[in-house]
């Protein structure tokens, strides 16, 4: 599986890292699991098809952080990506605290993935 990562995917997870520090090594656990299942996984995930794409967009709701201590995966952050079936790829769109945004930003994705 290669993975990929929008410029301000990296600038979002660059803002996380502050915050919490063990986000890199949370997302590596992240990236192993999609090398196994990388489309989506009721409840746990789940695909955005309102957007008028032929890309598969998945937003993932339960990732497990570290910092957030005693919430496992019940941690609030948000992981959207694209996923490429036919290249085996995953492009990283955007990661974010629920508590500090109520949903994902659409024109980003409607941007790089038209």
Do not use: W
């Not at 993975?3 to 520090?21: G, I, M, Q, S």
Request: hydrophobic share 35%.
């Amino acid at each position: 599986m290669i993975f990929d990562e929008l410029t301000e995917f990296k600038r979002d997870l660059k803002n996380l890292l502050k915050k919490y520090r063990t986000l890199n090594d949370d997302l590596e656990v992240v990236k192993k699991v999609l090398e196994v299942t990388p489309d989506e996984r009721p409840p746990f995930s789940f695909r955005i098809d309102d957007l008028g794409l032929l890309t598969c967009i998945i937003k993932v709701k339960k990732i497990a952080c570290k910092s957030l201590k005693g919430r496992g995966v019940n941690s609030g952050l948000r992981l959207i990506y694209a996923y490429f079936p036919d290249d085996n790829k995953i492009t990283f769109i955007e990661l974010y605290h629920k508590n500090d945004k109520e949903s994902e930003d659409r024109n980003r994705i409607q941007e790089n993935f038209k």
